[in-house]
């Protein structure tokens, strides 16, 4: 097993590091063929930061591991809002009362909804994946339009390069050697890591006597959600509340959307009974768990980080033991 906790560790870090990779050189390769900064930041950064869950779903589905899958974007969104948000409001605290996440949020808890009612109607087929991907493309259409509008709005003299400083892995100077570099370690290493760590997982769970969905809801989903983490850190000590909520958010939709929509495509997915009675309900709960946050005009204070975190540690817990 310790081989095996090392691969998958292996396969996680170059599944980080590709990933960041391939989102500094498929930006600035757009960037440099003409392509809005907008529709970089709502497609290629949006595609490219979940790349690692979405190579692992895809992987998992061809292994004939469906259930770590699903265990991972479950896992994963429970992790973004307990553990994401918990952590950096036990640092500094979440200033969330003057930003307006409500849109987004009832679109998150609409895929949220229209993913559990999926899951009761699974296994997860081809055509409950189109279902999802074409929500999807109605969630990126409103926010290509609310983008615009405001950007009409607000626009200024100087917005284009304000637009290119706030879009993850732009640098107009990047040669073109560099991108092609960065892109072509993203391809390589993505697919690379993703086999590493789903083989090296499903072995962990061969060993220990449990459900990859298990792995999948706890080790994995931990992992994939170190990016997110990171940001949300960051955006804290910086007091962007706005970015750390709306980071975790668009990351839970996306999770539920695009990646269970592509990977259904791929194979069926079945639905562990045990996902269908509580992680999908500990999912549910934790998203609405923000409704204060978002709609009452209350900040998240470092009681309440405490809080979360505290719940995450005593989900996992119950989904081990």
Not at 179 to 198: C, K, N, Q, S
Request: charged share 10%; net charge negative; aromatic share 6%.
């Amino acid at each position: 097993m310790a081989i095996d906790l090392l691969t998958a560790g292996l396969g996680l870090v170059i599944l980080l590091l590709a990933g960041d990779a391939l989102v500094r050189g498929a930006v600035n390769l757009a960037l440099r063929m003409g392509i809005p900064a907008l529709i970089v930041s709502l497609t290629i950064v949006a595609f490219g930061t979940s790349a690692p869950e979405l190579l692992i779903s895809i992987n998992a589905v061809r292994d004939n591991a469906g259930g770590l899958a699903l265990g991972n974007v479950v896992g994963s969104n429970i992790a973004n809002v307990l553990l994401v948000l918990g952590v950096p409001a036990v640092m500094t605290g979440l200033a969330t009362r003057d930003h307006d996440t409500k849109r987004s949020f009832l679109f998150m808890i609409a895929a949220s909804l229209l993913f559990i009612v999926a899951c009761f109607l699974g296994p997860l087929r081809w055509y409950h994946g189109l279902i999802l991907l074409v929500a999807l493309g109605g969630v990126l259409w409103d926010a290509t339009q609310s983008a615009r509008n405001h950007r009409r709005e607000q626009a200024t003299q100087n917005y284009g390069a304000d637009e290119l400083e706030d879009l993850e892995g732009a640098d107009p100077t990047m040669p073109w050697w560099k991108i092609a570099l960065f892109t072509v370690l993203g391809l390589i290493g993505l697919p690379l890591g993703a086999d590493l760590l789903v083989t090296a997982s499903v072995n962990i769970a061969t060993d220990l006597g449990v459900s990859d969905t298990v792995i999948g809801l706890t080790l994995v989903a931990i992992g994939t959600s170190l990016p997110e983490l990171a940001t949300t850190v960051m955006a804290a000590l910086r007091n962007q509340a706005d970015v750390a909520l709306g980071n975790v958010i668009g990351s839970n939709m996306f999770n539920l959307l695009a990646i269970m929509g592509i990977a259904s495509m791929v194979g069926p997915i079945p639905v562990d009974p045990e996902i269908m009675r509580f992680d999908l309900w500990v999912m549910l709960a934790a998203s609405l768990a923000l409704v204060p946050f978002v709609f009452m005009g209350r900040n998240m204070g470092r009681k309440i980080g405490i809080g979360f975190s505290a719940l995450y540690v005593l989900y996992l817990v119950v989904v081990v033991v």
